[in-house]
């Protein structure tokens, strides 16, 4: 297999290669494959250049192996966010006036710092429908210092996450928009994690641990993404849907699902 591989690496550009053919014939492992695939034409944002590549099967274990899921919302902090899903700013400040146990005196970081940080995010957004300013067209500092700074407040805790930043919104394959979630983003994580690599001597279980936190957002447009490393030495990111907030309080329930 290492003479195989090899003569994979010496390979011209302008040699025809039938990576499928290759993958069937011995085991290439993933990272071979993304070598020679930088050399191969530019993909649309529509095509799915993978598919062609790997079976249903190498996929589904390229994107679950050691794959970190999430984690769910307990069931006290579900029940909080839902008693948000209102339409009117009297009905959501009415709820924002009602005071929690976990408040006051009784405040713990460690048990309360969710439900504390989700009631602040939502104070601050209904001032700023009080205000009319959920509106499209401002200059990008404007809408990080109105709306984005709740996702620098949410991490205060942790060392190392990435931020992008764009000005405006024109669609999901908008040039700024694949340049940042495509290249800019996932080099900024890249970097934050070979410095954690670098950190911990590159212990390989160390390094499977790992998982770095990055964010776009555009205008109202939001989008989260995760690079870890599930065999310790192959980083892997995937990427959220692009969330919206919405323009108006009567769609109030739409900011929820972010939270979801």
């Not at 992008?164 to 919104?169: I, L, M, S, T």
Request: aromatic share 12%.
């Amino acid at each position: 297999m290492d003479s195989d591989i090899k003569n994979l690496y010496s390979l011209s550009d302008e040699d025809d290669l039938n990576l499928e053919q290759l993958f069937s014939e011995f085991e290439l492992m993933v990272e071979d494959v993304y070598y020679k695939m930088k050399n191969q034409s530019k993909w649309h944002p529509d095509d799915k250049p993978f598919e062609t590549i790997f079976t249903n099967e190498e996929l589904e274990e390229i994107q679950s192996y050691n794959s970190k899921e999430l984690p769910e919302l307990s069931d006290n902090l579900l029940e909080f966010l839902l008693k948000f899903d209102k339409d009117t700013l009297e009905e959501l400040k009415n709820v924002l006036l009602e005071q929690k146990a976990c408040e006051g005196n009784n405040y713990n970081k460690v048990t309360h710092f969710d439900l504390k940080w989700i009631k602040k995010s939502i104070c601050d957004l209904v001032n700023e429908y009080e205000n009319d300013n959920i509106k499209y067209g401002c200059h990008e500092n404007w809408y990080i210092i109105h709306f984005w700074s709740l996702i620098d407040h949410s991490l205060s805790d942790l060392d190392l996450y990435g931020d992008r930043v764009g000005r405006y919104y024109n669609g999901i394959n908008d040039t700024k928009i694949l340049k940042e979630r495509g290249l800019k983003c996932p080099k900024l994580m890249k970097d934050m994690f070979v410095e954690l690599g670098n950190v911990v001597k590159w212990d390989e279980m160390k390094i499977q641990q790992f998982e770095i936190i990055g964010w776009i957002h555009a205008e109202l447009a939001v989008m989260l993404m995760r690079l870890d490393s599930p065999n310790g030495y192959t980083c892997h990111i995937t990427r959220s849907p692009l969330y919206h907030l919405a323009e108006d309080v009567k769609n109030f329930e739409k900011n929820l699902e972010s939270w979801f």
